[in-house]
């Protein structure tokens, strides 16, 4: 399985900017979705982004559509997560994963079709 690691977590002010990044230790064949998932303390891990096979898709949460855009760069096989106004609600622990088929029409964040996940990066958002 490929492995996955995230960056570009931080702590930004409400309206403020992130760019997530989630660097595979191979290449990831543009047959996969990949997608951004995140939690916060206490609650269950929620799907927020995902991206389909040859990029054709995107697909996004609604508490986060018109704010983050998700984006993937196959020649340094890296997914993204660009954050745009951010809302405290925001707040939670970042992972990326990957799944070994396109992303489907129906169980797009469910995560036991993702094979492969990274150990997250944590993004704080203040008021």
């Known amino acids: 399985q490929v492995q996955l690691v995230e960056s570009g977590g931080g702590s930004v002010q409400a309206g403020g900017s992130l760019r997530l990044s989630c660097v595979a230790s191979?290449?990831?064949?543009?047959?996969?979705?990949m997608g951004w998932f995140r939690q916060a303390p206490g609650k269950e891990r929620e799907g927020v982004a995902a991206i389909s096979a040859w990029d054709r898709y995107t697909y996004y949460t609604d508490s986060v559509k018109g704010r983050f855009t998700i984006s993937r760069s196959n020649a340094k096989n890296t997914l993204y997560l660009q954050m745009n106004s951010l809302k405290p609600e925001d707040t939670a622990m970042y992972y990326c994963?990957?799944?070994?088929?396109?992303?489907?029409?129906?169980?797009?964040?469910?995560?036991?079709?993702?094979?492969?996940w990274g150990q997250g990066t944590q993004v704080t958002v203040s008021s």
């Open positions: 191979g290449s990831i064949p543009r047959t996969y979705c």
């Open positions: 994963a990957s799944r070994q088929a396109d992303c489907g029409t129906i169980g797009i964040f469910a995560e036991r079709f993702y094979n492969s």
